[in-house]
Structures are given as structure tokens and as C-alpha cells.
């Protein structure tokens, strides 16, 4: 069994923030997969379904972000779950927007969702790292993480979650290769193999006329008159 968890902020007024993002990818792998319905436990919202041949529990604390880790660790406990069975949905704002990595344990690097996390079940589990880029000083980070993203976010935002829940059944087997280019397919398409450029075709309006061959008369003038009496 695997715990899927994603880190955020309980309630409406946080559903939109970039700090939200591991809340939206549970939302949508939830959807994609059918899932059974969220319901309260553990301090959260949890709800359990199938990944492949893989029964995952997905889990969205409603402790708010830094207290994050009581609910997985309680989580944990009751499922007899360890560090190993864990994977961590969180933005990174070391990564771009529009980037993601997977990483296994580490630092928690200041996010204080992971922070706690570190406290309650140590570091050994598996992150999720989806980038939501820096706003460029230390002391534009909180208001910038708790902020919706822009419109001009969407785009990329959609093809993101789509990828997580495209590369749901792969991540839960312990295949990260095949799960990161799940999401590369939905951020970076394929171009189409029929997109090859055409060959160029001459302005015909423009094209100078071919050279004609021309033939001298050498006719004389008595000549050309009786050939045209003939």
C-alpha cells in the first residue's frame, strides 16, 4: 500500500494559492482515477482507490502547512505505513513554473510543510517537487506562496496536474522515469510527424520568364513576299 499526500491549506479562501499545489494534484488524480469520496480522518481529508494493482490511500492534512505532519504521521501508524510507502505532493520554489522532480528524502529547504513532515516521520520518505518558481527575495516568499496563481498560470498549471494524474498508476509502482514523462507529454507535447515543413513553391507572380530561343529571318523581302502569296 502507498500513501499519497499532498501539502496545503484547509478551506476555500487557500484552494487557489501556489502553496495549494499538492492539494490539486491529489484533487485530480482523485478524479481521474475514481477514487472514492474524500471523508474526514486523521486530521484531514483522506479518501482510497486503486493504482494499477496498488490500493493508495491519498491524504490532504487540514492542519494547516506547518503542522502537516501530525496528520501523515497519525496516518501512518494506523496503516503500519512506513517512510518508504510515502509520497509527498509540495511546491517547490526552487523549480520553475511548470518544472517537476522527484526526489527521495533530503532537506526539508525552509517549507515548513516539510519541515514538519521531518519532525513527525523523519526524512526517508518521497517528494514530489512541483515548481512554482522564486519571487526573487526571501521576503516576498510567504505572501507569494500564499497567493492565487494568475491566469497567465493556467495553462501550464492544467498540464501539470493532468501529468500527475496521467503518471499516478507508474509513481505508485516505483517507476519515477515513467511518471516524469507522463508530465512531460502534457508540458512539452510531441510535435506531430506529419508537421514537416513544405517545399517552397516560386511566386509564380513574380518568377521571371524562361529565356525563349529565337531564330533569325533571313529572308529577302521579295522571298517573304512570295511566301505569302504560296
Known amino acids: 500500500m502507498k500513501m499519497f499526500v499532498g501539502l496545503g491549506n484547509p478551506g476555500p479562501k487557500y484552494a487557489g494559492n501556489r502553496h495549494n499545489i499538492g492539494f490539486m494534484a491529489l484533487d485530480r488524480i482523485m478524479d481521474e482515477h475514481g477514487f472514492a469520496p474524500w471523508r474526514g480522518k486523521f486530521q484531514g481529508a483522506i479518501c482510497e482507490g486503486r493504482l494499477g494493482g496498488d490500493k493508495v490511500i491519498l491524504l490532504k492534512p487540514e492542519t494547516f502547512m506547518n503542522l502537516s505532519g501530525q496528520s501523515v504521521g497519525e496516518a501512518m501508524r494506523f496503516y503500519k505505513l512506513t517512510p518508504d510507502d510515502i509520497i509527498v505532493f509540495h511546491d517547490e520554489l526552487d523549480l520553475a513554473p511548470g518544472k517537476v522532480r522527484v526526489k527521495k528524502g533530503g532537506g526539508h529547504a525552509g ?8 519532525a513527525h516521520i523523519g526524512p526517508d520518505y518521497t517528494r514530489v517537487r512541483m515548481g512554482i518558481g522564486h519571487p526573487g ?6 505572501p507569494y506562496v500564499l497567493r492565487d496563481f494568475a491566469k497567465a498560470d493556467q495553462d501550464w498549471l492544467d498540464d501539470v496536474l493532468r501529468g500527475c494524474a496521467d503518471g499516478a498508476i507508474d509513481l ?3 517507476d519515477n522515469g515513467k511518471f516524469m514523462n507522463a508530465i512531460g507529454r502534457r508540458v512539452n507535447p510531441p510535435r506531430s510527424s506529419n508537421s514537416t515543413p513544405k517545399a517552397d513553391i ?3 507572380t513574380t518568377a521571371a520568364p524562361k529565356n525563349k530561343t529565337t531564330t533569325q529571318d533571313t529572308r529577302s523581302p521579295l522571298q517573304k513576299l512570295m511566301d505569302k502569296f504560296s
Do not use: C, I, M, T
Open 137 to 142: 527575495h526571501k521576503d516576498a516568499v510567504a
Open 172 to 174: 505508485a509502482e516505483g
Open 202 to 204: 516560386p511566386d509564380q
Open 111 to 118: 517549507h515548513n510543510g516539510l519541515r514538519s513532515l521531518h
